[in-house]
Every structure is written in structure tokens, then in C-alpha cells.
């Protein structure tokens, strides 16, 4: 009798598993009330998690909604939830970005290249029902490739964590479950590229060949770095971006900031920019690089639990006028292409940090700086980032594969 069972057990034990599979229900996100659960999953994914900072739910709403975020100007998603007995278990989105599909195709974008991200998954079975109806999407769509994950597109958050989950990320830099990266690999996806963020710490000034680079770049009349002017804040935005345009222009995964984006970014980086923290280097009277740095804010958002609202927007506004952190981060920097493998590139670079540099100590009380994130193969910046005694504290994996 045994030798009859035992198929018997096998077709059990695959028909359970099909039900099981069965019991996961993907669906396009189509109401308010789909919206909400799709940016309140990851509060109850990480509520035991403390390298997890709740970000506000108002700007996630703004990131994913069309007509708040300018980005689908020229891209478009399809949100989507996980289910399994009622209970959402999962989300991702899929997304295509028109002006990422007019790049070169070495860039790591290019014709045919699809996205998704935003993913959040309470496990395996659940993911991989996500990412393969992402890629489904993505085909219907034509596309041929899949790269992700970007949340929404490389200027928000970009790549998966795969080292640095001991300490929090800083203002507008990711976090997600560690089992994540063992989940993508297992569905076909390999690496693409290694987006990596530097530590240093700040206090105690740079070496001293650094320190003679400054020097000497102070004494140079042709060189002027000066601040920000907060009352011209919409043209010096557009200035700086501009640059940012003409430096990133032959970066991996580089899509073009628009108009409309560059006006968004700075609407919403108005409130924590400081002046004395953002510099812009001229040489020979002409803007050819700059430096943004922010306060973490994160630091803050920490014990917000994601609600400005009854209390807590009284709490930021107050905590926003002299904001003392211990970290600041130094998202964007840039030099003018034709300056970029020069030795002016990285004078100006170490003089715009150092001057940085003593003005966070001085006015916000900071002992740390992050550098990032800073792409695998860019020689320049990496060397500018060693030079200075920092090391990589955190790494961001982004995936390709073939639909």
C-alpha cells in the first residue's frame, strides 16, 4: 500500500502549496482607501525595526500622486497591493519614465528599460508575486528590461540596502528589510550598480594636504565661493540645478531634471536649507560648482511616527529655526563638466566642504557628515570622499534583468 500513497502525499503537498500561492491576491490600486494602505503597510513592516525612520505620509501621498509630483509629467506607474486573506501583506510600483528611456543606453537606462520600487513585502511568496506582476506590467508596456528598485526615480530613493542596516539612513536615503536582497536575487536579478554613502566624522578638521589645497584656493583671486542668498532662493535653485544638469550629464543612471522638477525640489528643500550650508564656487566670475548639505532631519522625524498633525508640525517648525544635529548630509555636489577631471574640480570641492564643514559645527552643533549617495564608479568623487578620511557606511544595490 505505501508505494500508492506516496504520489498521492506528493499531489498533496503541491496542491497545498498552490492553494497557498493561491491565497495571495495582487491588485492595481484604484481608490483613496487602496492609497492609504499602500503608504501605511511599511509603519506596521518596521514598527520593532529602530534603524527605521517613519517618513511623513503626507510626502509620500505627494510622491505617488500624479499632479502633486512632476515626475509624471513624463513618467507613469501603476501602484500595486498584496493581499492574503484580506490583510495587505505587500505593495510595489511599476514605472516607466519616458525621459530615462531617451538615454544612452551604456548610461544604464536607455529604449525598452522599465522600473519598479516602492516595494514592501511581509514575505518571499509575497514579493515575488509583486516583482513578477511589476514585470508583467512592464511588458505590457513594451519594455524589455527591468531595473529597479528606484522609489520613484534615481533623484528620490534609489537602490536596495544591502550593507549598513545598524544605524538610520539620513534625510532622503532609504531603508528596508534585510531579506529583501536574498528575495530579488532568487527571482533572476543580478547587479547593476552600487550606489555607496561615506561617514566621516567632522570635528576635527581634514588632513593636511587638504588644509594647504584650501589655503591655497583662498589666496587665488580668481576663485570666490560664496553662500546661498535665501531671497533669491528660485533663481539660485535653478542655478545650482543647472549645474547639477551640466556635472551629473554623463553619470549612470542620470535622467535630466525638468523644469517644473527643479521648481518641486526646491519648494521642498525650502524649508531645511540654510544658506551658510549650501555653497556655490565661482572661477573667473562664472557659477561652475556648488554644494548642498542638510541638517539631518531625520534625527527629528525619528519621533514623529510619521503625523505632523495635532502636535508635532509646532515641534518641526520650532525645531527648523536653529536646527542642532549631530549629522549632516551632503546629498548633491557638482562641477561643470569641462572642470571635472581637473585639479580646480577638487580645489573647489575641498574648499566648498571645508567651509561647510565650520560653519555646521559653529551654528548646528554637528560632529558627523555623510557624503552620498555616490555611484561605484565615480573615480572623482570617491577620491575626493577618501582624501578627506571618510569610509562607506552604507550601500545601495540597484538590479537588472530581462523581461
Do not use: C
Not at 236 to 264: C, H, Q, R
Not at 289 to 295: D, E, G, K, Q, T
Not at 307 to 315: C, E, I
Not at 358 to 366: F, M
Request: hydrophobic share 40%; glycine share 8%; charged share 25%.
Amino acid at each position: 500500500g505505501d508505494s500508492r500513497s506516496q504520489p498521492n502525499a506528493l499531489w498533496r503537498g503541491q496542491k497545498e502549496a498552490v492553494l497557498a500561492q493561491d491565497t495571495i491576491m495582487i491588485r492595481p490600486v484604484s481608490s483613496g482607501a487602496d492609497r492609504k494602505a499602500f503608504v501605511d503597510l511599511p509603519f506596521r513592516l518596521y514598527a520593532n525595526d529602530p534603524n527605521w525612520v517613519p517618513p511623513l505620509k503626507d510626502e509620500v501621498h505627494g510622491l505617488i500622486t500624479p499632479g502633486k509630483n512632476p515626475w509624471f509629467e513624463h513618467g507613469e506607474a501603476q501602484l500595486y497591493l498584496a493581499e492574503r486573506d484580506g490583510r495587505v501583506t505587500g505593495r510595489i510600483s511599476a514605472h516607466i519614465d519616458h525621459l530615462a528611456l531617451e538615454q544612452p543606453v551604456e548610461q544604464g537606462m536607455g529604449p525598452d528599460t522599465g522600473n519598479w520600487g516602492l516595494m514592501e513585502a511581509e514575505d518571499e511568496a509575497t514579493a515575488k508575486a509583486l516583482i513578477a506582476t511589476a514585470e508583467d506590467w512592464l511588458r505590457s508596456k513594451g519594455m524589455r528590461r527591468a531595473l529597479g528598485p528606484l522609489s520613484i526615480s534615481i533623484w528620490d530613493e534609489p537602490g536596495l540596502l544591502v550593507e549598513g542596516f545598524d544605524h538610520p539612513p539620513t534625510v532622503m536615503m532609504g531603508h528596508n528589510a534585510a531579506s529583501y536582497r536574498g528575495w530579488i536575487e532568487g527571482h533572476g536579478y543580478s547587479f547593476a550598480k552600487s550606489l555607496k554613502t561615506w561617514d566621516l566624522d567632522i570635528s576635527n578638521g581634514f588632513p593636511e594636504l587638504v588644509n594647504r589645497i584650501v589655503a591655497a584656493g583662498e589666496k587665488n583671486a580668481r576663485i570666490h565661493v560664496r553662500q546661498v542668498d535665501k531671497s533669491r532662493f528660485n533663481e539660485e535653485a535653478k542655478l545650482i540645478l543647472g549645474i547639477l544638469n551640466d556635472a551629473w550629464a554623463d553619470n549612470w543612471g542620470f535622467v535630466p531634471l525638468t523644469d517644473s522638477e527643479i521648481a518641486y525640489v526646491g519648494k521642498k528643500l525650502k524649508p531645511i536649507v540654510y544658506e551658510d550650508l549650501i555653497m556655490v564656487a565661482e572661477y573667473d566670475g562664472e557659477p561652475v560648482a556648488f554644494m548642498i548639505v542638510l541638517p539631518d532631519i531625520n534625527e527629528k522625524l525619528m519621533q514623529f511616527g510619521g503625523n505632523l498633525f495635532p502636535f508635532n508640525w509646532a515641534k518641526l517648525l520650532w525645531w527648523l529655526r536653529k536646527p542642532q544635529v549631530r549629522t549632516m548630509r551632503v546629498p548633491l555636489m557638482g562641477v561643470v563638466k569641462r572642470l571635472q577631471s581637473s585639479r580646480m574640480a577638487s580645489q573647489l570641492a575641498f574648499m566648498m566642504i571645508e567651509f561647510i564643514r565650520r560653519n555646521a559645527i559653529a551654528g548646528y552643533g554637528a560632529s558627523r557628515g555623510e557624503i552620498g549617495w555616490i555611484l561605484d564608479d565615480n573615480q572623482g568623487m570617491n577620491a575626493i570622499a577618501d582624501a578627506i578620511n571618510s569610509h562607506v557606511n552604507k550601500d545601495y544595490w540597484i538590479y537588472e534583468k530581462a523581461l
